[in-house]
């Protein structure tokens, strides 16, 4: 029996533009994801849109009971700031109704609201006016955070600002996954510093407005193995740690950006555009505890050839086929649990093992009707096997002293996910798309058995 910390949180993770619905109505205006697909639907798989998802908008009450009834003590949604604040200055009431509501409900069948403010869901009044790239999108985003505060920190203790901002950066101004779908790697640093200043500037006003609650931040967190320990691909794997790990998890824990990291923009001519008072706002605004969102490592080698200064990431560091991997063949992701006992140790060992949890873990299976028994159930035994083996190592790093506070699958109930639209199927629930119609599957039978027992 692998017993987990006592209050240990048990629960899944899901967002408001992958899940409410309703996306262009009860007040909400648009966002990068509406307008894209309005703009060029062709790129989204099956031309599945944002604007129905998984209905919780409609079934947000019915779905509070479904998360008590597989276990789950707490759950991690997000708010849509396009919904809240639609310009970005006037509070639409239905949005205060619907979320005090929806928080309420959680609470009330005892599933404990963890709520995330930005998850990719760009208000289009603000990208109009240059998005991230612009510094008026951190005063924006801190008037949008704490109003989120004001209005329902009595019924939310523990927050977040953002979900994996690399990944905004990243998908956004490098790989084209992300509207505005540009490649420019300038750009992207720039994005990324502003971003991180949204995210003190929010949690300078959380402290202003909060006695009780907490807050933190969600990463993306693949730790990085080269592929040797020659020289080159050690600094391949170090520049890549730099780049997607420690670039915001350093500030945010530790209250500065690294030196190393400083240097090699420096090098490249990379460097963001910087103001009077940004060191002073990244010093002092440290969060409470870290959600670490992880699905695969990262493997790498040093380039064989890099262009100087650099254009891309991958001329600081290529991809390394590791030849004995096990893959999921359905997202094209190495599946390696080992590396959760490695960033529990992290954790502790370079982070003043501060509390953190496992903010998303899951895997992501096309068709999965194949797998339908005779009485309708989704027979997932291979997700079963996935969380139990990240589980085990996760238990290894708490037992040699690392805080981790819980584990949060991805996700809840099958949802929308960009581009790929309903391709990949994660949840608990099966989610039908014609009829919205949930029905559970045998990992979240498996997972309430988990949750009663505080382990497995």
């Known amino acids: ?24 109505a009860f007040g909400k205006s648009a966002t990068t994801w509406d307008h894209w697909f309005q703009k060029s639907p062709e790129k989204f798989n099956q031309s599945q849109g944002p604007a129905i998802t998984s209905g919780v908008y409609d079934h947000y009450l019915a779905d509070c009971q479904r998360m008590e009834e597989i276990g789950l003590n707490s759950l991690r949604a997000s708010i849509s700031w396009a919904r809240l604040l639609p310009d970005g200055k006037t509070i639409n009431s239905a949005a205060v ?6 928080f309420s409900a959680m609470s009330a069948h005892g599933v ?55 990944v ?14 540009v490649i420019d790697f300038q750009r992207a640093v720039q994005v990324g510093y502003h971003t991180l200043l949204a995210h003190k500037a929010a949690v300078k006003a959380f402290r202003a407005v909060s006695e009780t609650g907490e807050i933190g931040i969600i990463l993306n967190i693949s730790p990085t193995y080269p592929k040797s320990e020659a020289k080159a691909d050690l600094l391949a794997a170090y520049r890549s740690d730099l780049l997607n790990t420690r670039s915001f998890l350093d500030p945010a824990v530790l209250g500065s950006i690294p030196e190393d990291l400083k240097t090699l923009l420096a090098e490249n001519d990379l460097l963001p555009e910087v103001n009077a008072g940004d060191k002073e706002l990244i010093a002092e605004n440290l969060v409470d ?107 290894q790093g708490i037992l040699e002293g690392s805080k981790c506070f819980g584990y949060h699958a991805w996700t809840f109930i099958d949802c929308w996910s960009w581009l790929n639209g309903y391709r990949n199927r994660y949840g608990f629930y099966r989610l039908d798309l014609e009829t919205l119609e949930r029905s559970v599957k045998k990992s ?13």
Request: glycine residues 6%.
């Open 289 to 395: 505890f870290i959600g670490l969102n992880y699905y695969q490592p990262r493997r790498v080698q040093t380039p064989q050839a890099a262009n100087r200064p650099a254009q891309m990431p991958a001329d600081f560091y290529a991809p390394y086929d590791w030849p004995d991997k096990k893959i999921n063949p359905y997202r094209g992701w190495e599946i390696y649990p080992e590396a959760l006992y490695d960033v529990a140790l992290m954790m502790k060992d370079d982070y003043h093992n501060i509390p953190w949890f496992v903010s998303e873990n899951g895997m992501g299976v096309a068709d999965e009707e194949r797998f339908m028994n005779a009485s309708g159930e989704i027979e997932d035994d291979y997700r079963i096997a996935f969380m139990e083996e990240h589980l085990s190592y996760l238990h």
């Open 112 to 166: 404990e609201p963890i709520i995330n403010l930005f998850h990719f869901d760009m208000p289009m009044w603000l990208m109009d006016q240059g998005g991230w790239e612009s510094r008026d999108s951190i005063e924006a985003f801190a008037f949008y955070a704490k109003t989120c505060f004001e209005l329902f920190g009595d019924l939310v203790k523990k927050w977040t600002t953002f979900n994996e901002p690399m």
């Open 97 to 102: 109704e619907f979320y005090r509501d929806y």
């Open 168 to 181: 905004h950066v990243e998908c956004g101004y490098l790989y084209q996954y992300h509207y505005p779908a």
């Open 1 to 24: 029996m692998k017993d987990f910390p006592k209050n240990f949180l048990w629960g899944a993770a899901m967002s408001a533009p992958q899940t409410e619905g309703q996306s262009l």
């Open 444 to 456: 979240g039978k498996w997972f309430k058995t988990v949750s009663q027992n505080n382990g497995f």
